[in-house]
């Protein structure tokens, strides 16, 4: 039985709500694949990609109970394979002043800071979803034996280019902010250009993979 539904979301939005906790990995390059789609089709203005859902905000509000059924219709006819995601490699450098809670964290899990270093660089990570800043994008999946909360009491600042984890997700910060993820280490690559024709370099589905650099702990 199909679970997924769509309802409006005030006067310009519909959203595609696949209803479940979470997605397997077919599900969710499907839903991937959805996303590029749409934004080939230029007909919104802002498309956003939910850990379970995907909210399309029109150009034409006009056209919203049409792309409720529509939205319904293009779940359906694509697929997993209909996506290809493109690459990014992010050279980073871990510990010392880039990365401060990377020695706290190592004796904290019994392991030395080139593990953590080698743990946290080893996967390719997918572009889960993007929030909270223009150009976070939220990573999984980080290595089980890194996963660990958040620190009790966030920081006011943390750089931009930072390199951090939280619980199974890992992220850079694109810009200077307040945060609680644990920092490991410091990239350059520049993450948001409002200029750009696209502003944010990671878009939903693109894969990651993090290079560690001499000028760090490895």
């Known amino acids: 039985m199909n679970q997924e539904l769509t309802y409006l979301l005030g006067e310009q939005a519909v959203v595609l709500d696949l209803n479940c906790a979470r997605l397997d990995d077919a599900q969710q390059n499907r839903l ?8 080939q089709l230029e ?47 992010i050279p980073v450098i871990y510990g010392k002043e880039a990365g401060p809670d990377l020695l706290p964290l190592a004796a904290q899990l019994d392991l030395s800071p080139r593990d953590i270093v080698e743990l946290h660089s080893t996967p390719v990570y997918q572009v889960k979803f993007l929030g909270f800043l223009p150009g976070f994008a939220y990573l999984g999946t980080v290595p089980q034996q890194l996963q660990v909360a958040r620190l009790d009491s966030p ?23 307040p945060g609680g993820w644990r920092l490991l280490g410091h990239s350059s690559t520049r993450l948001f250009d409002a200029q750009a024709n696209s502003p944010c370099l990671l878009q939903p589905g693109d894969n990651v993979k993090f290079v560690p650099q001499k000028e760090g702990l490895c």
């Open 155 to 177: 920081r006011t600042q943390v750089p931009a280019g930072s390199v951090a984890i939280a619980e199974d997700l890992s992220a850079i910060y694109p810009s200077a902010s």
């Open 43 to 89: 007909i919104g203005s802002d498309i956003v990609v939910g850990k379970t859902s995907i909210t399309l905000v029109l150009r034409n509000p006009t056209h919203c109970n049409t792309w409720q059924e529509r939205l319904l219709t293009l779940w359906q006819e694509l697929s997993a394979t209909d996506f290809h995601p493109t690459t990014h490699t």
């Open 32 to 39: 991937f694949a959805l996303h590029r789609h749409l934004q």
